[in-house]
């Protein structure tokens, strides 16, 4: 009964994330979504900047954590920054940039987009890679 | 506050950077590593929501000081009093202000890094790399000092990112990358309103053409807060080298409309 219980519940874990998905030799896996009004301004592979962005009246900021795995497939490149799009369709940019992503061989990062307040997330996309998030989508 | 001495000194790019800073820059910077640390402090105590003054609370602090918060960085020392300057070389360069005058200069050199690495135009990172050298000079209304300052060595639309870029900071662009920040709320105040030419400008340049100059000048500014970042001028020696019109006579020196500005930054305890 323990090791249904324990396989049910790992399953349960295992839904909380995307599954990866690998772009360059960039193994991308979508962590989780959340939403919040103040966020911290850090690129990606994250540094330590001291500065936060602020959501407007009506606004939030859908912020989707991604983890990032450096395979032997990577050359180094550059990669825009991620969009995102929503339930309708419309996309949205976020400020945080990914730069040289082939300098730690993991990470994770944050990518707040500034979205009118209740938008259901549709994908996110990482120029031609593109990940499923209505699934992980807590709203 | 605890001086990590091991990562302000990192935050200026190590031991040799350190060496070439005279004892007035390294004051300086000490001083601009303690605001970093104690915003940091204060972003990441805030959990949620952090409270920040109000206007009317600001201005309540202006009697306060002995000095106005607009005064540029060579005039004023917040924590006691100012230290001799090192005397610029005869013929001065843009690198021996950086140097001399500017140091630190961590935070544009960030920025200007920053834009380097996601591949913008030569002219939107030299915006970048003097995008606020003008607050040794003066604070208030740097991006149009800033202007002014370099209009007569760069190209148009570097002149053009750094004067306005003061003008597009207070106004939110998604689409491009550019979130408010926490910092505003905290020197200008939460209820801050820009004032009507401010306004009057950010329309203008929301139909302009040249629109990302200066809004990619304050997308990299956001992000070029980073105390423990290992930064250098040398990276941009070939774009400084291709684009800034160098006077042969020196900064301060060539009669140009702003010969003035470099002369006072070179000069800045002369009593008239």
Known sequence: ?139 | MDIDRRAFIASLGGTAAVSLMDSEAKADALEHWMEDQLDQQGATAQGTAEKFPTVAELEAQIETRNYRRGAGNVFVNTRGNVRKLEPMPKNPTLKDFFRLRFAPANHVLQSATRAMKTGMSEEIILACLLHDCAQALMKADHGWWGAQLFEPYIPEKSTFGIRYHQALRFYADSDAGYEYPDLYYRIFGQDYVPPPHIEATYKMLRNHKWYMEPRLVTVNDLYAFDPNAKVSIDPFEDIIGRHFKQPKEGLGNDNSPSAHMWRTLANPDAPL
């Not at chain 1, 945080?96 to 987009?113: H, N």
Request: hydrophobic content about 35%; overall charge positive.
């Open chain 1, 1 to 139: 009964m323990k090791a249904v219980l324990g396989a049910i519940f790992l399953v349960g874990l295992a839904t909380q994330t995307s599954r990866p998905t690998n772009y360059k030799g960039l193994e991308i896996t979508v962590l989780g979504i959340e939403r919040a009004q103040n966020v911290p301004l850090l690129d990606c592979p994250p540094g330590s900047n001291s500065q936060r962005g602020n959501a407007r009246g009506g606004e939030e900021f859908a912020v989707v954590n991604i983890a990032f795995k450096v395979t032997p497939a990577f050359k180094e490149t550059i990669v825009k920054k991620p969009t995102l799009t929503d339930a309708s369709g419309k996309t949205y940019n976020t400020s945080v940039a990914i730069i040289d992503p082939g300098s730690q061989p993991e990470y994770k990062c944050s990518f707040p987009f500034r979205v009118p307040a209740g938008t259901k997330v549709g994908s996110v996309q990482i120029e031609t890679a593109t990940i499923d998030l209505a699934s992980l989508d807590k709203k």
